[in-house]
């Protein structure tokens, strides 16, 4: 099912099918939560189905009921394998022979590379190969929220799709079904998760702004001296580390907003406004600045396996450092 606020991009893909001009690569690329990966896997039913219906996969053709049940001979689908943060050069290897295959009913051999700017150097050489003489049976999806990390010789060789996030209007009324009708909830997960809708049905599924909300209070406690950092990092390192990072890292981001504005245009947390704007009072925008840059660096303290509680102890203690003691004199 195509998404509302992608009508054009889909327009745009069907009149290649019509005139029988596919590129053989396309990268899929805008921001995380605005359905590429819904997207790429709509077309590739529209593609193989064999009996569309107004530009629509039927659903009801063997096709369509392969790719349902994720079993279809001409889909293969590539990503980090679990707990990796790379696609190796295996991966990439598997993808050549395949494409290098005969079509067994579908008009081409389709390969879906997920997060594509995780290809190791070894693996973006090998893709180059293959891309270079592509095989005239296949054709080759690659979906990333980052495309400047893929090599500019696989961006050149790709026909670009940019998808944006909806207008918040949009948003909202696709999202307030999913949410029960809950404006007031959807708005606030729809600005947590940047405008990105399926990023706020996530939140939602996972209970994201209950979570925030118990991140925030011992954050509070901890300000008001009634909780220490270790109790505060062994209580947190029993949730989800990137959760709780993301949580942090956008009430920083407000602050500096705050800062920097009386009545900033956006907030990622505005039903928090007037507590970020009391917890910031004592710190300057130049501590709160070098405070977000620790924030980005401890992501990559987090895969260096360096010991998690001594991270969460040390950004919680320089939090309580720059909150509780003015460390510049720009406001």
Same mark, same amino acid.
């Given at each position: 099912?195509?998404?509302p606020?992608?009508?054009?991009?889909?327009? /745009?893909m069907?009149?290649?099918?019509?005139?029988?001009k596919?590129?053989?690569?396309v990268?899929?690329t805008g921001?995380?939560?605005?359905?590429?990966?819904n997207?790429?896997?709509?077309?590739?039913?529209?593609?193989?189905?064999?009996?569309?219906?107004?530009?629509?996969?039927?659903?009801?053709?063997?096709?369509?009921?392969?790719?349902?049940i994720n079993?279809h001979?001409?889909l293969?689908?590539?990503?980090?394998?679990?707990?990796?943060?790379?696609?190796?050069i295996d991966q990439?290897r598997?993808?050549i022979?395949?494409?290098?295959?005969?079509?067994?009913?579908? #008009?081409k051999?389709v390969?879906i590379?997920e997060?594509?700017e995780?290809?190791?150097?070894?693996a973006?050489?090998?893709?180059?190969?293959?891309?270079?003489?592509p095989?005239?049976?296949?054709?080759?999806?690659?979906?990333?929220?980052?495309?400047?990390?893929?090599?500019?010789?696989?961006?050149?060789r790709c026909?670009?799709?940019?998808?944006?996030?909806?207008?918040f209007q949009?948003?909202?009324t696709?999202?307030?079904?999913?949410?029960?009708n809950?404006?007031?909830?959807?708005?606030s997960?729809l600005?947590?998760?940047?405008n990105?809708p399926?990023k706020?049905?996530?939140?939602a599924?996972?209970?994201?702004?209950?979570q925030?909300?118990?991140?925030?209070?011992?954050?509070q406690?901890?300000?008001?001296?009634?909780?220490? #950092?270790?109790?505060v990092?062994?209580s947190?390192?029993?949730?989800?580390?990137?959760?709780?990072?993301?949580?942090?890292?956008?009430?920083?981001?407000?602050?500096?907003?705050?800062?920097?504005?009386s009545?900033?245009?956006?907030l990622?947390? #505005?039903?928090?406004?007037?507590?970020?704007?009391?917890?910031s009072?004592?710190?300057?925008l130049?501590?709160?600045? /070098?405070?977000?840059?620790?924030l980005?660096?401890?992501?990559?303290?987090?895969?260096?396996?360096?010991?998690a509680q001594?991270?969460?102890?040390?950004?919680l203690?320089?939090w309580?450092?720059?909150s509780?003691?003015?460390?510049?004199?720009?406001t």
């Amino acid at each position: 099912m195509i998404l509302p606020w992608q009508q054009d991009q889909w327009q /745009n893909m069907m009149q290649r099918i019509a005139s029988n001009k596919m590129a053989h690569a396309v990268i899929y690329t805008g921001p995380e939560g605005v359905g590429k990966t819904n997207f790429a896997h709509a077309f590739v039913h529209r593609l193989f189905c064999k009996q569309p219906v107004n530009n629509q996969a039927c659903g009801c053709c063997d096709a369509c009921h392969l790719l349902k049940i994720n079993h279809h001979p001409d889909l293969k689908l590539i990503a980090p394998a679990e707990g990796k943060q790379i696609i190796n050069i295996d991966q990439i290897r598997e993808l050549i022979e395949y494409q290098n295959l005969t079509p067994h009913s579908a #008009p081409k051999k389709v390969a879906i590379i997920e997060h594509a700017e995780m290809l190791n150097i070894n693996a973006s050489n090998s893709l180059l190969k293959t891309l270079e003489e592509p095989p005239a049976s296949s054709m080759l999806i690659l979906i990333t929220h980052y495309p400047d990390r893929l090599l500019p010789t696989i961006r050149s060789r790709c026909q670009r799709v940019e998808f944006t996030s909806p207008n918040f209007q949009q948003a909202l009324t696709w999202l307030m079904p999913q949410v029960n009708n809950d404006e007031s909830l959807a708005s606030s997960l729809l600005a947590l998760a940047n405008n990105a809708p399926l990023k706020a049905l996530t939140y939602a599924e996972n209970n994201m702004i209950d979570q925030r909300n118990n991140f925030f209070k011992s954050l509070q406690a901890l300000n008001q001296g009634k909780l220490n #950092p270790v109790t505060v990092a062994a209580s947190w390192l029993k949730q989800d580390f990137d959760i709780m990072h993301y949580c942090m890292t956008s009430w920083i981001i407000d602050m500096i907003r705050l800062k920097a504005s009386s009545e900033p245009p956006m907030l990622a947390n #505005p039903d928090l406004k007037q507590a970020l704007r009391k917890m910031s009072e004592s710190i300057g925008l130049r501590g709160l600045l /070098n405070y977000y840059e620790t924030l980005n660096k401890t992501v990559e303290w987090k895969r260096s396996n360096i010991n998690a509680q001594m991270v969460l102890e040390d950004i919680l203690i320089q939090w309580v450092r720059i909150s509780r003691h003015r460390n510049d004199v720009i406001t």
